[in-house]
């Protein structure tokens, strides 16, 4: 049975990614804070972990990945908007609690994985969430927008230093698919454009299921009529 992390799966694309894996018959671990919420979804499969953590506590982590064990792909996926607004009205306090979750939660859980994946004959596969973010900003979110562009750094650093260990990193850029961060921006701009949270999901098991001889590096996903393609 292949194996997968999910982080911030208890709630919106990590959760339905989960449960996507869940249903194709992957064993899922399932990581973040909200308990009850993993317990909840761990009680529906038999093959779901539940392993409550926050991607910040690099102790709670590995306790996390030593408690699933063997690892054939993590979804990192735990992240958060933060803040919105012009640079200058924004806190130093709102910045370092994104930063703390989109980067050093991120790092922390791709150092995990890499570290078990190598050791592995068979290697393994990070895929990273980043936005399109990464790529064109929207008004007022400069926390958000300079953390995605770390995760591209990210992506592209793992990807260079895995090949020797047979560990391929992959991106997945999603646009405005229906979770609770888009659930905010939406009821501010009801004629915003969303997909369906499923299709992330299903691009994710997409990307998860190549094999090993062959890896999605960069995958855009999105709402068809969202202005992304010009956007400034």
């Known amino acids: 049975m292949k194996s997968i992390i999910v982080t911030g799966a208890s709630s ?3 959760y339905a ?3 996507m894996f869940l249903k194709n018959g992957w064993r899922v671990g399932l990581v973040a804070r909200r ?3 993993l317990n909840a979804l761990a009680a529906e499969y038999e093959n779901a972990v539940a392993l409550p953590a926050d991607v910040t506590d690099p102790a709670a982590m590995e306790t996390a990945f030593d408690t699933f064990g063997y690892l054939d792909v993590l979804f990192n996926n735990a992240g958060l908007f933060g803040p919105a607004g012009p640079i200058d009205k924004l806190s130093l306090e709102g910045w370092n609690e994104v930063m703390q979750v989109n980067i050093n939660g991120m790092f922390i859980s791709a150092r ?3 570290a078990r994946m190598r050791r592995q004959e068979s290697g393994g596969r990070i895929i990273n969430n980043g936005s399109l973010s990464a790529h064109v900003p929207r ?10 562009h770390a995760v591209t ?4 650093a793992l990807s260079l230093d895995g090949r020797p260990f047979n560990i391929a990193c992959g991106q997945i850029d999603i646009g405005n698919a229906e979770s609770e961060l888009v659930a905010g921006l939406k ?3 009801p004629q915003m454009d969303t997909m369906d ?3 992330a999901a299903s691009s994710v098991l997409h990307m998860a299921q190549m094999p090993a001889e062959a890896n999605v590096q960069f995958m855009t996903v999105m709402a068809t009529k969202m202005p992304y393609i010009g956007r400034g």
């Open 153 to 156: 750094g990210l992506t592209r």
């Open 197 to 199: 949270v499923v299709h």
């Open 35 to 37: 308990a009850d919420r």
């Open 112 to 114: 995990l994985a890499f």
């Open 12 to 14: 919106g694309i990590g």
């Open 139 to 148: 008004p007022g979110s400069v926390c958000y927008t300079m953390s995605k």
């Open 187 to 189: 009821a501010a701009n």
């Open 17 to 19: 990614t989960a449960e």
